[in-house]
């Protein structure tokens, strides 16, 4: 299936999947499984913005860093920059965190409250180069937004 159509059907399952919850643990628990089922990156999942830091949320995938500061890394600098990094190297990004050696590329889309407020990010990383791109991040945005509108 094109990525579009795949996209296109996940976002239709996140917006039915978490319509009727308002536990934000339990929609960000889908969302990283539904998305994780879909396209079976290496790690797909949540940070949460608690006291000024990055907290690890929901995810499947291997074990992964628990805290990451503002700034730091490719999500703390999605979170300070309050837009979506894609990075097709994560070897030529300055500062990324190593969670796993495995990982290769990644894209981290900030859950924003009103376009301003950074309330966590979603992170997604693949074992393969340069595996995101432009319609990644469209889909990924739209996907973040529904999950930042129930917390
Ligand atoms: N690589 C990320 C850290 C999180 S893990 O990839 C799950 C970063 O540089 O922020």
Redesign the pocket.
């Known amino acids: 299936m094109d990525k579009n159509e795949t996209y296109k059907l996940l976002l239709a399952q996140v917006k039915a999947m978490v319509k009727d919850e308002s536990d934000p643990i339990a929609n960000m628990a889908n969302v990283a499984a539904l998305i994780h089922e879909a396209f079976h990156f290496w ?1 797909t ?1 949540f940070y949460r913005v608690i006291d000024n830091q990055l907290v690890l949320g929901p995810f499947q995938g291997p074990v ?2 628990t805290r ?1 500061g503002f700034g ?5 600098t999605s979170w300070k920059e309050k837009k979506t990094l894609v990075v097709e190297d ?1 070897e030529q ?1 300055p500062g ?5 050696s495995e ?1 290769r590329s ?1 894209i ?1 889309v900030p859950l924003l409250i009103k376009g301003e407020e950074v309330i966590g990010v979603l ?1 997604i ?1 693949s074992e393969n180069l340069a595996t995101f791109d432009a319609t990644d991040q469209l889909w990924l945005e739209q996907i973040a937004e529904v999950v930042a509108g129930k917390l």
């Open positions: 790690w999942g992964a860093c990451i730091k890394g490719v999500c703390g994560v990004f990324h965190i190593a969670c796993s990982s990644e981290v992170d990383d």
